[in-house]
């Protein structure tokens, strides 16, 4: 506030007087001597001509946040984090520009890794590659033969002009599937709408994972029949609706109130302690924990196989959609051993390494009955918030890497533990 006032060339006793306070309860506001309320915050921000959220942050605001994370950063430098708030007061324009660019450098890491786990990984991709390498092997020998044969019957050469026209347009129906794959790259990144599971991820990433609709008292699945049917693909338009039952079926078994108020009288939310409370089966809990409104965990489920089923992400945590499985280690582990949790504090690595605390339970059920197969889900919480300090869960945090091509560790889990990563064709 001091830096604003004098970088408008304001006298303290002139603001005073147009606030109508005195000049030493001004000097003792500045100096941060006093609290301030509301309605003097919002008089003094407009004797200064700024917004009074400006002034409410100040060194708890966002740019201030993303500046301390970016001197983190090191890169040589040693910049005077003392000083955030006069930089925020006297120069808010490179100050803003700064944290912008911090955050842009964040977003193009975490594009880079997205498109890094595509190139190496992604199913779609490999096939596109494949089917117009075989187009040009074809073409070429084709080719070949109408040049280095001369004696060729005619027969034979119109059935290898023939050929040759049938896979250069294989060629072009290939080399454009490619194309708009990887134009839709930068899209993909972001969104990950490339598939129906991820049509759907992103339809309900854009209401939050959440509809009020679902919860008691609501319309039901049936308010939501409009939105489901303006899903691009039928598939998605089915998983959309297998979701939105799901979630009904969690609202009717756990109350949105009466689950607030247990999370209220738990503090570390267990999810098993929350299952046997509302006798219920725990990946309900999960999924409660992560759908309901406000909800900040992430949660990624999926079957028996490691396939996974539905991922709610979180800002920091990479979760491949293909290949490495190095962050998704306790989700494998617990599908490996039904019915026992696991807990675990992980460390993702990136310009500012971030810490999350994960909880992992796998359930088996027969829906045959006892002669029939056995069925498991996996389910793996994602919370930013680490375990109660000197709790059984607290520990120092394992290093997990977005790739193993990359990760910077030695003995990782997977190596020590290859038999929790499970083999998907």
């Known amino acids: 506030m001091r830096e604003r006032r004098l970088a408008a060339g304001i006298a303290q006793a002139d603001l005073a007087r147009a606030v109508g306070i005195s000049a030493s309860y ?52 040693k910049p005077e984090l003392d000083r955030i708030d006069e930089l925020l007061g006297r120069f808010p324009g490179w100050a803003d520009l700064l944290a912008e660019q911090y955050r842009r450098i964040g977003h193009l890491e975490r594009m880079v890794a997205a498109l890094n786990d595509r190139i190496s ?9 494949h089917e117009v390498l075989s187009a040009v092997s074809s073409v070429r020998s084709t080719a070949a033969i109408l040049a280095e ?44 709408a490339t598939a129906p599971q991820e049509e759907l991820e992103s339809w309900l990433a854009e209401n ?9 008292g609501g319309g039901g699945p049936q308010a ?20 939105v039952e799901q979630a009904a079926q969690d609202a009717k078994r756990l109350p949105l109130a009466a689950f607030e108020a ?65 962050p998704l280690w306790p989700l494998y582990s617990a599908l490996s051993r039904p019915s026992q949790p696991v807990a675990a504090l992980v460390e993702m690595p990136g310009m500012v390494p971030q810490q999350f605390f994960l909880r992992a339970f796998c359930a088996a059920t027969y829906p045959q009955g006892i002669a029939g197969p056995e069925l498991r889900t996996g389910a793996m919480l994602i919370s930013k918030r680490g375990p109660a300090a000197g709790g059984s869960e607290a520990g120092a945090a394992l290093p997990v890497g977005s790739t193993c091509r990359i990760c910077p560790r030695a003995g990782c889990i997977a190596r020590r533990e290859p038999s929790i990563i499970p083999q998907t064709v």
């Open 26 to 77: 001004l000097n003792l506001i500045e100096h941060n001597r006093r609290r301030i309320s509301d309605a003097i915050l919002g008089r003094l921000a407009t004797g200064l001509g700024v917004e009074p959220a400006l002034l409410a942050e100040g060194a708890e605001g966002g740019a201030a946040q993303d500046m301390r994370a970016a001197a983190l950063l090191g890169l040589g430098s």
């Open 121 to 129: 990984h992604d199913p779609h991709l490999s096939l596109a590659l």
């Open 149 to 192: 044969t001369e004696d060729i019957e005619p027969e034979w050469r119109a059935r290898f002009h023939g050929n040759l026209h049938a896979d250069s347009e294989r060629l072009a129906v290939g080399a454009e599937a490619l194309v708009a794959y990887l134009d839709g790259s930068e899209q993909a990144a972001d969104t990950g």
């Open 208 to 216: 939050h994972w959440h509809f009020d609709a679902l919860e008691l």
């Open 224 to 243: 939501l029949a409009a939105d489901i049917a303006a899903l691009a693909s039928a598939a998605a338009r089915s998983l959309a609706q297998d979701w």
């Open 262 to 326: 247990a999370l209220a009288q738990d503090a570390q939310g267990d999810p098993l302690r929350l299952a046997r409370r509302f006798g219920c089966d725990v990946l309900a809990v999960f999924r409660r924990l992560a759908f309901r409104k406000g909800a900040t965990d992430g949660l990624v489920m999926c079957d028996g196989s490691g396939a996974l089923l539905v991922c709610k992400r979180v800002e920091g945590f990479s979760v491949p959609r293909h290949g490495a499985a190095c």
